[in-house]
């Protein structure tokens, strides 16, 4: 549980455990930088199944989304045999497009690791041109996952 700004206590956001796997490191000998991205968009997998019950059902209405930007943000490296936690929120949703925050902590002891936003645009399945979030999935989207862990680490 955390707190929000008036003090009331929040469930804990929807989070993802990973463990860093030695192919995913540079020769630094912590995560490359481009596999960032390859954990948000695993953390959005596993978001949109928590809440969607799965991108198919999403697929299956003939809709779809296109990531158009992403920007991410290290604090520190993160390293081989390390469990992350990632965090992940809705910040926004608009007409047509949203925009989601995964936090990047390291699970030992809560440090941050980096930080990524990304923004979604829904588009139509069959010709990718832009179109309006449906109000269920807003709602859905708005609600997020609280509360919900997966653990692919064998962290829990």
């Not at 993802?16 to 390859?38: K, M, S, T």
């Not at 953390?43 to 299956?60: C, D, H, P, Q």
């Not at 490296?77 to 949203?98: C, I, M, W, Y």
Request: glycine residues 6%; negative net charge; charged residues 20%.
């Amino acid at each position: 549980m955390s707190a929000n700004s008036t003090g009331a206590e929040q469930p804990a956001p929807f989070t993802l455990y990973i463990r860093v796997r030695y192919g995913e490191c540079d020769p630094q000998q912590v995560v490359f930088n481009a596999r960032y991205g390859d954990y948000a968009d695993l953390a959005m997998t596993e978001y949109f199944r928590a809440i969607f019950g799965s991108w198919n059902k999403v697929l299956e209405r003939g809709l779809d989304c296109q990531v158009v930007r992403m920007l991410t943000e290290w604090q520190q490296p993160a390293r081989f045999d390390e469990v992350l936690a990632l965090q992940v929120h809705t910040l926004h949703v608009g007409n047509t497009s949203f925009r989601i925050g995964v936090h990047i902590l390291r699970a030992e002891d809560a440090m941050p690791v980096a930080h990524t936003e990304i923004t979604y645009v829904m588009v139509s399945a069959d010709n990718y041109s832009k179109t309006c979030v449906p109000d269920d999935l807003r709602a859905l989207l708005l609600a997020g996952a609280p509360a919900v862990h997966v653990d692919q680490a064998a962290w829990l």
